[in-house]
């Protein structure tokens, strides 16, 4: 199974907020919380400063590797990963933006 799916998130100011760093906490499909910790510049093109209102909700673009029943594992690619070193996030389907 193939495509490009879009995931929103909830993202927060992480701790280093001088170097334009922000926290990411998506759900998956099982309920588990998953974090991604990354640059503001490679999570999205929207300008989000410590000046921001947040939360902030933002789509992470990512290929589908698999599916069964109303799960979707995708990989967001870009080097994305969560802080344990997750590349792939399985997600209940309901929650993805196919394009």
Known sequence: MGGS?????CYSHGAARVSRV???VKVDAQGHEHQIVEKV???TR???TVDSELPVQLWLQG???SGEGTSVAICPGR???????EETLVLDAGSLKWQ
């Open 46 to 48: 929207v300008p989000i």
């Open 63 to 65: 290929e589908v590797r």
């Open 22 to 24: 922000v926290e990411a």
């Open 41 to 43: 510049s490679v999570l």
């Open 5 to 9: 799916v879009g995931t929103s998130g």
């Open 79 to 85: 080097g994305i990963q969560t802080v344990e070193g």
